[in-house]
């Protein structure tokens, strides 16, 4: 099984206003983002799972000119909350590394 790291040259989060987050996954090329951007792995139900997210407000926006998808959903609670432990998000993407991508 193929790991997200291992098709993207590059994975990055960070906030998205107040209420939303986004994910850019920047694949290493125009073959990998064919095959993986739109990968079920990838969908609503993984960032059910690893960020508590509505999955009905889970977003994806390709952008085939980059390679990339950008991924975003709703916050569980607004920034800067009582107990925001990574007011921008840049640290959330640590967890999608690892996602196998079948």
Not at 42 to 59: H, I, K, N, S, T
Not at 71 to 79: D, E, F, G, V
Not at 81 to 96: I, K
Request: aromatic share 10%; charged share 20%.
């Amino acid at each position: 099984m193929v790991k997200l790291k291992e098709v993207c040259r590059h994975v990055r989060s960070k906030n998205a206003g107040p209420f939303w987050v986004t994910f850019d996954l920047f694949f290493n090329g125009p073959e990998n983002f064919g095959k993986y951007h739109n990968h079920p792995a990838l969908g609503p139900d993984l960032f059910e799972r690893l960020y508590g997210a509505d999955p009905a407000l889970v977003r994806h926006y390709p952008v085939p000119g980059l390679n990339m998808v950008k991924i975003s959903h709703a916050r569980t609670a607004p920034q800067g909350g009582v107990v925001e432990r990574d007011m921008h998000c840049g640290q959330q993407f640590v967890r999608l590394l690892d996602v196998e991508l079948g």
